[in-house]
C-alpha cells in the first residue's frame, strides 16, 4: 500500500493557566497534549483514532492539517514534509465541528469563495458544486444563508465546502459529533465511497462503533500517547466475543493499571 500520512515522534505541549491547573488538580505547569505519537496512514483506507475526549486526538490531526506547530516530531504528507510546504492546505481538506462557517452566507457564495482561494478554474468549480450539493441535498438551500440552515444542513455545508478542492488526503475531526442519525448516516457514506475512490481518510472519534463500522485500521490514544494500533479485523479476530468497545477498555484499564 501506497503511504499518504506519515507522523514520527509527533509531541505537542501546552502551558497551562491557573484555572486549567486547578481544574485538571495539578501543579504543572505545561500539559503534554501529544506524547512522542508515530503512525502511517496509506491511500485507499481510513484510519481511526479512539480516544476519549482530551486524549491527543484533535491536537494531533491540528499538527497534521497544520492549523498548530508540534514541539518536535515530523510530519509528511504524500511525501512532503508539512514544514517545508506552504501550500500544504491545499493538498488536503480538514473538517472539525469548532470551525464554524460565517452566518451570514450562503453556501453557494462561501463555495465560489473556497473555490477561488483554492486556484480552481470556474468550469471545474461549477461543476465539483452540483455534485456535492446534490450529494449531500444542498442545492434547495444553496441560497439560503447558512444562520438559517438546520445543524445538520451546516455541517453537510461545511463538508462540502472542505472537498472544493477534491483533495487525495482527507482529516476530519469527529465527523458525525452531534449530528441526527440520518446526517449522520450520510456523511460515514460518503466517506465510504471517498476511501473507494483511493482517498486517505483520517478520522478521530470517541464513539466505538462508528471505528468498528468503517475504519480500516484503528488507533487507541490515550493520554498523549498512542498505546495500539491494528486492522480493526485484526483487533476483533485476535478478540472473539468482545467489539471494539471491549477491546479499548481492556486496553485503557491496563494502561491505568500500569499507571498506578
Request: hydrophobic share 35%; with cysteine; aromatic share 8%.
Amino acid at each position: 500500500m501506497q503511504e499518504s500520512i506519515v507522523i514520527k515522534n509527533l509531541r505537542k505541549t501546552y502551558r497551562m493557566s491557573k484555572k486549567q491547573r486547578q481544574i485538571e488538580g495539578t501543579d504543572n505547569l505545561v500539559k503534554v497534549a501529544v506524547d512522542g505519537i508515530s503512525f502511517t496512514t496509506y491511500k485507499g483506507e481510513i484510519f481511526g483514532l479512539l480516544g476519549p475526549n482530551g486524549a491527543g486526538k484533535t491536537t494531533t490531526l491540528r499538527c497534521v492539517a497544520t492549523l498548530i506547530k508540534p514541539d518536535s516530531g515530523e510530519i509528511f504528507v504524500e511525501g512532503i514534509n508539512v514544514k517545508d510546504e506552504v501550500d500544504i492546505k491545499k493538498r488536503i481538506a480538514f473538517l472539525t465541528n469548532e470551525l464554524k462557517l460565517e452566518k451570514m452566507f450562503t453556501p453557494n457564495y462561501l463555495f465560489d469563495y473556497f473555490s477561488s482561494f483554492y486556484g480552481i478554474d470556474s468550469e471545474t468549480a461549477k461543476k465539483r458544486k452540483k455534485f456535492l450539493f446534490e450529494k449531500f441535498g444542498i442545492d434547495r438551500f444553496a441560497e439560503v444563508k447558512i444562520g438559517e440552515l438546520s445543524s445538520g444542513m451546516q455541517q453537510k455545508t461545511s463538508l462540502a465546502i472542505s472537498l472544493v478542492n477534491d483533495p487525495d488526503v482527507i482529516i476530519f475531526d469527529e465527523p458525525t459529533n452531534g449530528l441526527d442519525v440520518i446526517t449522520a448516516k450520510t456523511v460515514t457514506d460518503f466517506l465510504l465511497d471517498l476511501r473507494n475512490q483511493g482517498k486517505s481518510i483520517i478520522i478521530s472519534t470517541h464513539i466505538m462503533n462508528l471505528v468498528e463500522k468503517i475504519c480500516d485500521r484503528v488507533g487507541f490514544i490515550l493520554n498523549g500517547k498512542l498505546v495500539h494500533t491494528d486492522s480493526v479485523r485484526n483487533v476483533l479476530e485476535t478478540n472473539p466475543g468482545k467489539d471494539i468497545e471491549d477491546v479499548f477498555f481492556d486496553i485503557y484499564n491496563e494502561v491505568n493499571h500500569e499507571k498506578h
